[in-house]
Nanobody, 120 residues
Framework: VQLQASGGGLVQAGGSLRLSCAAS????????MAWHRQLPGKQRELVAA????????YYLEAVKGRFTISRDNAKNTVYLQMNSLKPEDTAVYIC??????????????WGQGTLVTVSS
């Protein structure tokens, strides 16, 4: 399984970005998906997760009300809409496939990450 993330870039504080993660394999709809983020020298953290059908979601407290995770199973793609971005959101954002239909702990495939930089 290959996960290709895109959509990162440089944005001013208060702006928006939409990240996409395209999966290479069928049966995408059988698995939960998630976005993590990582800053240099810091532990990776789970930002948002979504169940295989899209009915269940999880958000890191710091992004609730600003970020929205969604998926299009027909396109094998998961999205992260990020609004009201803050400088502390600056990180490499990495998509991952959960090991089951909905998972916030165990992930078995990871993408390469896309850099999001928020300037103040």
């Amino acid at each position: 399984v290959q996960l290709q993330a895109s959509g990162g870039g440089l944005v001013q504080a208060g702006g928006s970005l939409r990240l996409s993660c395209a999966a290479s394999r069928r049966a995408f709809s059988n698995y939960g998906m998630a976005w993590h983020r990582q800053l240099p020298g810091k532990q990776r953290e789970l930002v948002a997760a979504i169940s295989n059908g899209g009915s269940r979601t999880y958000y890191l407290e710091a992004v609730k009300g600003r970020f929205t995770i969604s998926r299009d199973n027909a396109k094998n793609t998961v999205y992260l809409q990020m609004n009201s971005l803050k400088p502390e959101d600056t990180a490499v954002y990495i998509c991952a496939r959960g090991s089951g239909t909905y998972n916030t702990v165990t992930f078995d495939y990871w993408g390469q990450g896309t850099l999001v930089t928020v300037s103040s």
